[in-house]
C-alpha cells in the first residue's frame, strides 16, 4: 500500500493511542519494552494503510539501535488489533493494517492497478447492510467492504497509452 488517500477525520479520544496502549498492556500483566515503544512510534506517526513487510522496511536493521525482530513486528501488529488500536483486513492475500481508535466506520476503494486505497463512508452502504442482516436475522459484530477497480489516474494513464498506440 504505497499511497492512500485519507478523507476521514479522527475524532478526539480520551486516551491517546500510547495511553491506550500501555492500558492494555497493563491489564493483561505485560511489559511496555523498547521494541514496542518503537512500533507503536513507527505506526502511530502518520496515517498510512500499511502490511508487516512494509512497516519491517522503515525499522532500523539487525546490529542498529532500536532493531525490532520480524516475530516481534508481527507479534506485536497482533497486540496492536486486540488493544483495539488497528484493525486488520486483507487485500489481494496480504494482511494490511489501519488505524482503528479514533477513528469511524469506513470503507475502502481498491486500485489493482496502483494498490492505492481510498478510504469513504456512506451511510446509505450502513443502512442496506442494517436491513440485510435483519432480514437474515442476523447481528453485525463488524464489516469490512473493499472495493476492487481501478483509480481514476490509472484509468486516465491507460486511456492515454491506448490512444497513442492507436496512433501507431
Given at each position: 500500500?504505497?499511497?492512500?488517500?485519507?478523507?476521514?477525520?479522527?475524532?478526539?479520544?480520551?486516551?491517546?493511542?500510547?495511553?491506550?496502549?500501555?492500558?492494555?498492556?497493563?491489564?493483561?500483566?505485560?511489559?511496555?519494552?523498547?521494541?514496542?515503544?518503537?512500533?507503536?512510534?513507527?505506526?502511530?506517526?502518520?496515517?498510512?494503510?500499511?502490511?508487516?513487510?512494509?512497516?519491517?522496511?522503515?525499522?532500523?536493521?539487525?546490529g542498529d539501535a532500536d532493531y525490532?525482530?520480524?516475530?516481534?513486528?508481527?507479534?506485536?501488529?497482533?497486540?496492536?488489533?486486540?488493544?483495539?488500536?488497528?484493525?486488520?483486513?486483507?487485500?489481494?492475500?496480504?494482511?494490511?493494517?489501519?488505524?482503528?481508535?479514533?477513528?469511524?466506520?469506513?470503507?475502502?476503494?481498491?486500485?489493482?492497478?496502483?494498490?492505492?486505497?481510498?478510504?469513504?463512508q456512506a451511510d446509505g452502504l450502513?443502512?442496506?447492510?442494517?436491513?440485510?442482516?435483519?432480514?437474515?436475522?442476523?447481528?453485525?459484530?463488524?464489516?469490512?467492504l473493499i472495493v476492487d477497480g481501478?483509480?481514476?489516474?490509472?484509468?486516465?494513464?491507460?486511456?492515454?497509452?491506448?490512444?497513442?498506440?492507436?496512433?501507431?
Amino acid at each position: 500500500m504505497d499511497r492512500d488517500e485519507t478523507t476521514l477525520e479522527r475524532y478526539k479520544t480520551a486516551a491517546s493511542p500510547e495511553e491506550r496502549f500501555h492500558e492494555y498492556l497493563q491489564s493483561r500483566g505485560m511489559r511496555s519494552t523498547r521494541q514496542r515503544q518503537v512500533l507503536l512510534e513507527q505506526v502511530f506517526a502518520q496515517h498510512d494503510h500499511f502490511d508487516a513487510d512494509q512497516l519491517i522496511e522503515k525499522l532500523p536493521r539487525r546490529g542498529d539501535a532500536d532493531y525490532v525482530s520480524r516475530p516481534t513486528v508481527y507479534r506485536t501488529l497482533g497486540e496492536f488489533v486486540d488493544a483495539g488500536l488497528l484493525k486488520k483486513f486483507e487485500v489481494d492475500g496480504r494482511g494490511v493494517y489501519e488505524f482503528d481508535y479514533g477513528y469511524p466506520e469506513h470503507d475502502h476503494l481498491h486500485c489493482s492497478d496502483c494498490d492505492r486505497l481510498i478510504e469513504f463512508q456512506a451511510d446509505g452502504l450502513e443502512q442496506i447492510l442494517r436491513e440485510v442482516a435483519e432480514r437474515h436475522g442476523f447481528r453485525v459484530k463488524d464489516h469490512t467492504l473493499i472495493v476492487d477497480g481501478v483509480c481514476e489516474e490509472c484509468f486516465r494513464a491507460k486511456r492515454r497509452s491506448r490512444r497513442r498506440l492507436d496512433r501507431i
